[in-house]
Structures are given as C-alpha cells and as structure tokens.
C-alpha cells in the first residue's frame, strides 16, 4: 500500500495555485494521473521521486516512511528506490545500452541484464550507444534501466508522447507486461486517453494542483456507456459530390471514415473542419483483425 | 653557440603544475557555481573574472606586497616551508594559479551548466551520490569543457609575462621562464635567440590551440 498526501504551493501559467494531492494506491495497481498540462502531475511524480520536496505532507511506500514533514523525515532519491522513466529518456549518453543497465544495478548481475534486454527485445542494441538509436528504442533502454534495479514503485512521466502512433502502441503493450511480470506498482503521468484507458487500473483526473476525480478507468472514461451512443472528433479530409448525395472522408484518430451526406448537411462545413461522428441507438460489431 | 633549455624546462614544469592544481580547485569552484542559488554569485563569478582584465602589473603588485616575508602569505609560508615565497617557483606557482583560475572556471562552468538536467536526476533516482555522479555521469559528458579548460590554462600559464616578472624575478632555473628569457634576451639584443625562443614559443601555442579545436570538433560530431 502507497499512501500519499502531499501540499506545495506552484506557480502556474495562469498564477499561483496550490498542489494538493491524497491518494492511495494497492500494491501491484497501474494508475494513471490525467489532465491537462499545467496542472502538476510532473511536479507530483517528482515528489514522489524525491526529486521535489513538499511543503507539507507525508508519503509511505509499504509502511516505509520516505516523507513525512511533522517527523522531518525526507528521504533522498538515491534511497527511494523508484524506477523513473523520463519523457526525453534521459539515457547517459556515455555509456553503451549494456553499460546504462549495469550503471543501475546496485549488486553486479550480468545474466540479470542479459534477461531484461532480451525481454525488451533490446539484445542486439546492447553495445550501442544511445545517441545511435531511436526515439523508441531508446525509451525502452530507459525502461530497462528502470526494471533493472527493481523498484518498488515505477514512475513514468509521459513517456511515449515524443514517439508516434505506431512506436506509442507497441510501447504501451511493452510497459503493460512489464508491469504484471514484475508485480510492479505504477504511477503514469499521461494525457492521451487511449492510452490511459488502455494501460491503467485505476485513473486519477488532475486539475489545478487537485484530483477531482477518481475511479476505473471505464467509469472515467466511458460515462455515457449506457446511453448507446458512438462518438468520436474528427477531421473532414475530403467531400466528393457522389449521384445526388456526397461523400465526405473524415480521419478519426488514424483511422479513416467514409460518412454520406446529402446537402442540408453540407451547409457550413467545409474540409479541415472538426466535426463530432456520432451514430445512435445501433449495436456496434467488433471483429479480431 | 649554446641553447639553454632551461627556461623550457622550467616553464613546462610550471605550466604542468599550475594546471593539475587549478585542476582540483577548478572543478569544485565551477561546479559550486554552476549549481548555486546565492544571491552574490554575480560577485564570485567577478572575482573569479578579475584576472582577465587587470593589467598582470597591478596582479603582481598585489602578489609581491603578499608573498613577501611581512606579507600574511609569504610570512605563512616562510614559517611552514622555511623559505621565502617571492621570487621562487613556488610564489610562481601561486601565482599562476591565481591568474589563470578563470581560464579553467570559465570552460568548466559552461561545461557543467550545459549538462542536461535529466541525466543527473536520472542517476540520483538509480541510487548515485552526488559524488558517483559527478565522476561517472557528469565529468564523461564534458570532456571537451574538460579538455579545453586544462589546455587554456596550461598555455596562459606559459605565455605569462607580466606576473612572473613582478614576483618571479629571473632566477635561472628557479623563475626563469621562457616568456622573462625572451625578454632579457632582447634587453642584452641577442636577436638570434630571441628568434628561437620566440619562435619555439609561437608555434607551440598555435599546435596547442589547433589540437584544442581539433578535438573539440570531434567530441561535437559524437
């Protein structure tokens, strides 16, 4: 069990505000901070690192106690024991894949590193530097320097959002596993939703400094579930006149839609507009692909 | 007729030294800066400046009134090392380490402030001391900072003039450098060897300097 409960006054794009987070988290859960930028998620998963302090608050980790300002405990990072994974990777570029691993480790275990490379898939990289590697493969290097040192507790501060759609996909698949194969309890800093809703047990949603709502990630997410209906934003690409009706192309998320209009609803909308696709009162179908 | 490598010697010796002292007092000074939230840092970094911009005369005015047997240093020193800290080669090392402290703060400042924040973080949440850190994370990642500082305050330390001659003197072999050579030389208008001091010296300094941006151009493509 973590328990967290933490006050620091931040300054933000829209003046001051005060960061004040309580949570806790079971042993072993995924869960996933939400909101927009600005709202003091980084700032929260630093604390928890160790690498911010709080003004007030206290903070235990399996009834260790690594902050607590009544008792004037602060401990610092290099005792946390947290695997942190930054945005930018944050890999030292001095050293091989191989060698960023073994940096981690606290006792030397090579068949431990040879292990978690070839469960990242990372093996063949292991004498790269990482300045020759790519955006995903270096962000699984700093998921295997992470893992390494078995955290009790890992942290991932928008890891996949400097990558695209297709890395982003195959990424979040790697960090879920990596997740129940090491028991592994998990703070995400995120604000892609899909990804969210596709990683996490439990969503907490950030606004100003505050978690204003708390819950599964369906409940979060999908509150008109019930009402039946399919929605999603997307973008006109194109509308082609087709007989008497038109055809529009809309892309949603990186899929494309072909939707049919007729000329009462063409007035106003015009390609690169953002529009809502929404269909009611059907049973949608979904098939293995 | 005789060359006398000496003054060579002696200003290679002086250099070398120089530069392995600024060395251990370089780094911590750059990094104390580098990391400081003081308010009077703008007067550290001035202090640190000051030799680059006062005339070496004024430096070794000051030098001489401290190294000397009623100055507080030169009177420290006589009573710990049992001689006299003007005019000999350990007044020329203080010296020269005085004058040439920013030329080896300066580059290791813009080489630890030029150090990606994350990588220093991401060591401390590994388990790192600030220590382990700092050898095995942060100095790696600056060696063309590191380079560059050892070699500008090696060549300082051997082109020098002014300082040396205000609180060196010109002993032969003890503070007789190739710079004060050179000037006696002209003084005594042995044009000749001037020449070949003058010349050894010139080229030198280019050769140091080349290999500096040599170098440095390689760490960058890395």
Same mark, same amino acid.
């Given at each position: ?95 091989t894949v191989g ?18 490379l070839?469960?990242?898939?990372l093996t063949g990289l292991r004498n790269r ?161 | ?86 005019? &000999? ?6 010296? &020269? ?126």
């Amino acid at each position: 069990m973590i328990s967290i409960s933490v006050r620091k006054p931040l300054l933000g794009a829209e003046g001051s505000f005060e960061l004040a987070v309580d949570l806790e988290v079971q042993t072993g859960t995924f869960i996933t901070l939400f909101g927009p930028s600005g709202s003091g998620k980084t700032t929260f998963i630093r604390m928890v690192a160790g690498l911010e302090t709080p003004a007030s608050g206290r903070l235990s980790v399996n009834d260790e106690v690594w902050f607590d300002s009544a008792a004037n405990i602060n401990l610092s990072p290099q005792l946390r024991r947290v695997g942190l994974v930054f945005q930018n990777y944050s890999l030292f570029p001095n050293m091989t894949v191989g060698e960023n691993l073994r940096f981690a480790q606290g006792r030397k275990d090579e068949g431990k590193i040879t292990e978690i490379l070839e469960l990242i898939g990372l093996t063949g990289l292991r004498n790269r530097y990482p300045t020759t590697l790519s955006g995903g493969q270096q962000q699984r290097v700093a998921l295997a320097r992470a893992i390494v040192r078995e955290p009790k507790l890992l942290l991932l501060d928008e890891p996949l959002s400097a990558l695209d759609t297709i890395k982003r996909l195959r990424l979040q698949d790697e960090i879920s596993r990596i997740h129940s194969l090491f028991h592994l309890t998990t703070i995400l800093v995120s604000h892609d939703k899909q990804e969210v809703f596709k990683l996490s047990d439990k969503v907490a949603v950030m606004e100003h400094g505050r978690i204003v709502k708390y819950g599964d990630a369906k409940d979060i997410f999908l509150e008109q579930q019930t009402s039946n209906k399919f929605s999603f934003v997307g973008t006109i690409l194109s509308i082609k006149p087709v007989d008497i009706a038109y055809l529009a192309v809309i892309g949603v998320g990186n899929e494309l839609v072909e939707v049919v209009l007729d000329e009462r609803d063409l007035a106003g909308l015009r390609v690169g507009d953002k529009v809502l696709v929404a269909a009611k009162a059907f049973n949608p179908i979904i098939k293995k692909i | 007729m005789k060359f006398d490598l000496q003054p060579f010697l002696l200003t290679f010796e002086l250099a070398a030294l120089t530069t392995a002292l600024l060395y251990l007092i370089g780094l911590p000074v750059a990094y104390f800066l580098a990391h400081t939230k003081t308010r009077i840092k703008p007067v550290w970094e001035a202090v640190i400046s000051l030799p680059l911009i006062l005339p070496p005369s004024v430096l070794g005015f000051y030098f001489l009134l401290a190294f000397s047997k009623t100055g507080f240093l030169g009177a420290f020193w006589e009573r710990m090392f049992g001689h006299q800290l003007a005019f &000999s080669f350990d007044g020329l090392v203080l010296g &020269s380490m005085i004058f040439s402290l920013p030329f080896m703060v300066h580059p290791l400042l813009s080489g630890f402030s030029g150090i990606d924040r994350g990588i220093v973080e991401a060591s401390y949440t590994l388990g790192k001391s600030r220590l382990e850190t700092l050898r095995r994370v942060i100095l790696p990642n600056m060696k063309g900072a590191l380079l560059t500082g050892g070699v500008l305050a090696f060549a300082h330390t051997v082109g020098e003039f002014g300082v040396v001659l205000m609180i060196g003197g010109s002993i032969p072999g003890k503070t007789k450098v190739a710079s004060i050579a050179i000037y006696d030389l002209v003084e005594s208008l042995n044009y000749y060897e001037a020449h070949v001091y003058a010349g050894i010296l010139f080229t030198f300094s280019f050769a140091i300097l080349i290999t500096v941006y040599l170098i440095n151009k390689r760490i960058d493509v890395q």
